[in-house]
C-alpha cells in the first residue's frame, strides 16, 4: 500500500484549485497533510476536503520542505516565483501554469505520452498542459498511429471558466443585466460576452496569434512527439461557463479509413465516442462534470478522403486541468515521489 504524502496546492481557492483538492478526494489519494496555499488576498478562505474545512495560507510564507509533492494551479508569476522554492526543497513540482520550459518541465498527458516519465528522476518537475492540449492530445494520440497526419487545423469555442471566477461572474452579471433590460457595463473582458462571441482569447503577439495559441500549437506538438506537424489554430471566447467544445480538421497523406478511425477512439483511455446517428455530445448536457473527452461528428471531408473532420467537448476545469495533474501524480508515486 503506497505510503500517505503530504502535499501542497498552490491556488487552492481558484476555480481549477478547487476542483483539484475535489478529486484528490474523489480518487483516494494517498494524502498525508494537505496544505491548502493562496495570494495573501485569498489565505484564510475554507476549502472541503474529507469532511473537514482546511484554511488556507499565504503561500510567501510556506516552508516547502514540508511536502513532497506541489501542485502549481495558479498563474505563470507564481510558478515562476515558488516553484524554484519548492525544487530547491527537494519536492516534485506539477506545474499547471505553462511557465516553465520544456526543457525542465516535460509536458505530459497520461493517454497520450505516459513513456515521459520514465525518463525523469525524482524529485521530478513536469506540466500539465493547457486544457485544449489535454483534450486533442486524448484524442489525436490514439490516431497518431493509423493516420498519417500532414496538418491539423482547431477552432476552440473556450469556456469563460478557464479565467477564472471573475470572468464567470462576469458572464453570470451580463447575462443577468441584459435579461432585465439593464445598461451593460463590461468589466472583467473589454466587451460584451453574454450571448456574444469573442474573437480572440487573451493577449496576441505582433503577428496577431493568441498567447494560448502559441502554448496550444507547442505543447501539441511536444505530446504528439510530431514536431513538425501543422498546426493551425484559432481560439474563440464563448458565453459558456463550463466545458471547451474543438472543431478538429485533420489532413493525412491518404484516404482516412473511417471505421478504423471510430474503433480507435471507440477504444481509446479517455475518449466517450458518440455514433448514433443524428446526435453529438455538448458541453452542457454531456462534458462538464466527466473525466473523458466526448467525440462526435466523425466524417471525411466533402471533396477531400484525405480529411477527416471531429467535433470536441470536455470539462476544461476538470478533464483538461485538475484530473490530469492527479492523474499524473497517480503515476508518479509509484516510482518518484
Known amino acids: 500500500m503506497t505510503q500517505p504524502i503530504d502535499i501542497a496546492v498552490i491556488g487552492a481557492t481558484g476555480t481549477v484549485g478547487e476542483t483539484l483538492v475535489q478529486i484528490l478526494e474523489e480518487r483516494d489519494f494517498p494524502v498525508g497533510t494537505l496544505y491548502l496555499l493562496a495570494s495573501n488576498e485569498s489565505a484564510g478562505s475554507a476549502v472541503s476536503f474529507r469532511g473537514k474545512n482546511l484554511r ?29 522554492r519548492a525544487q530547491a526543497a527537494g519536492c516534485t513540482v506539477i506545474d499547471l501554469s505553462g511557465a516553465l520550459p520544456a526543457e525542465q518541465a516535460p509536458a505530459v498527458v497520461p493517454e497520450a505520452n505516459p513513456q515521459v516519465l520514465d525518463t525523469l528522476k525524482a524529485p521530478a518537475t513536469l506540466h500539465s498542459p493547457s486544457a485544449a492540449a489535454v483534450a486533442l492530445a486524448v484524442v489525436l494520440a490514439p490516431l497518431k498511429h493509423l493516420v498519417d497526419l ?63 495559441e502559441r502554448r496550444l500549437v507547442r505543447e501539441l506538438r511536444e505530446l504528439l512527439d510530431l514536431p513538425l506537424l501543422k498546426i ?10 463550463f466545458g471547451d467544445s474543438y472543431t478538429v480538421s485533420l489532413n493525412a497523406s491518404e484516404a482516412v479509413d473511417l471505421a478504423a478511425v471510430n474503433q480507435a477512439l471507440d477504444t481509446a483511455p479517455g475518449v466517450e465516442l ?14 462538464v462534470g466527466q473525466d473523458v473527452v466526448y467525440v462526435g461528428r466523425v466524417r471525411g471531408g466533402i471533396d477531400e478522403p484525405q480529411q477527416l473532420d471531429l467535433w470536441l467537448t470536455t470539462d476544461n476545469v476538470r478533464k483538461g486541468a485538475a484530473l490530469n495533474a492527479v492523474q499524473l501524480a497517480e503515476l508518479l508515486i509509484k516510482d518518484l515521489v
Open 56 to 84: 488556507t495560507r499565504e503561500v510567501d510564507e510556506f516552508d516547502f520542505t514540508k511536502v513532497r509533492l506541489a501542485f502549481f494551479a495558479a498563474g505563470p508569476a507564481v510558478t515562476l516565483s515558488f516553484a524554484p
Open 232 to 241: 493551425s489554430v484559432t481560439c474563440v471566447q464563448v458565453p459558456v461557463f
Open 274 to 287: 458518440v455514433q448514433d446517428e443524428g446526435d453529438f455530445p455538448t458541453p452542457v448536457g454531456d462534458a
Open 150 to 212: 500532414q496538418r491539423v487545423t482547431v477552432t476552440a469555442c473556450l469556456a469563460v471558466s478557464a479565467q477564472g471566477r471573475e470572468a464567470v461572474s462576469e458572464l453570470a452579471r451580463q447575462t443577468a443585466e441584459l435579461l432585465n433590460a439593464r445598461p451593460l457595463e463590461p468589466r472583467f473582458f473589454d466587451r460584451q460576452i453574454a450571448f456574444n462571441l469573442l474573437a480572440q482569447v487573451g493577449p496576441s503577439d505582433e503577428q496577431g496569434h493568441g498567447v494560448l
